[in-house]
């Protein structure tokens, strides 16, 4: 089975910078996701980690430990629009039938002027 | 848009009833996943389909049972509603049954609420 945590809410400021971390327990590793989540609205893919280390893409950067079983998402330069939930999620390895995401409960990240 | 489509957008229906939630994957995606998302919850992951054949099954009540077609869209059944079935339900593909570098797609969910 797998364990997935990551804080329920945050709160920054626009124009900062706002980490997001999430641990993870799992029997077979085979990558972490990153995914956006506006409220009512379905979940976008922002980031994929399989290996040790950092991943930028333009304000949103993602890093992953295995051997720690730890990832954050870093986002920069925040906008308001960076309301949103983002979503951790481990894809287990063992789960030879198929690519079955697991996701944390996700982390309210809310940007204040 | 993700290419994901799902109806009907909005449902509302009465305890007891049943109702079918359709998803046309991504063109090209053989690999049907079904979430649920309750309010202020996660997703939880109900059922994955790929080319037609059940691959993977998690928190799925036995009220509830989805299939995936020839033509790859899918469909999930839920009978004898009640009230705490009222969720977000969404479905998902992607172009492969496995791999952790197989990023999944997902629709805009169908809203399903039970009165």
């Known amino acids: 089975g797998q364990n997935i945590d990551q804080p329920t809410e945050m709160t920054a400021t626009e124009g900062a910078i706002v980490q997001i971390n999430c641990t993870y327990q799992?029997?077979?590793?085979?990558?972490l996701f990153w995914y956006q989540q506006h409220a009512g609205e379905a979940p976008t893919f922002l980031s994929y980690?399989?290996?040790?280390g950092l991943e930028e893409k333009g304000r949103f950067s993602s890093f992953l430990s295995r051997s720690k079983g730890y990832s954050y998402l870093l986002l920069k330069e925040l906008q308001m629009k960076d309301s949103a939930s983002y979503l951790c999620?481990?894809?287990?390895?063992?789960?030879?039938?198929?690519?079955?995401?697991?996701f944390g409960g996700g982390t309210r990240l809310m940007v204040k002027p | 848009d993700s290419g994901v489509t799902q109806t009907p957008k909005h449902l509302i229906t009465a305890t007891g009833q049943r109702v079918t939630l359709r998803c046309s994957p991504r063109?090209?995606?053989?690999?049907v996943y079904w979430y649920q998302q309750s309010l202020d919850q996660g997703l939880q992951f109900l059922i994955q389909?790929?080319?037609?054949?059940?691959?993977a099954k998690g928190n799925i009540l036995e009220r509830f049972s989805a299939q995936q077609f020839p033509d790859l869209h899918s469909e999930l059944n839920l009978s004898s509603l009640e009230l705490g079935d009222s969720a977000l339900y969404f479905c998902?593909?992607?172009?492969?049954?496995?791999?952790?570098?197989?990023?999944?797609?997902f629709g805009e969910g169908s809203w399903l609420t039970v009165v």
């Open positions: 999620a481990v894809s287990d390895q063992n789960n030879n039938a198929g690519n079955m995401l697991t």
């Open positions: 799992t029997s077979g590793f085979n990558g």
């Open positions: 063109s090209g995606d053989l690999s």
């Open positions: 980690n399989v290996l040790d």
């Open positions: 389909y790929y080319n037609g054949e059940e691959r």
């Open positions: 998902a593909s992607s172009d492969q049954t496995g791999g952790g570098g197989n990023t999944i797609y």
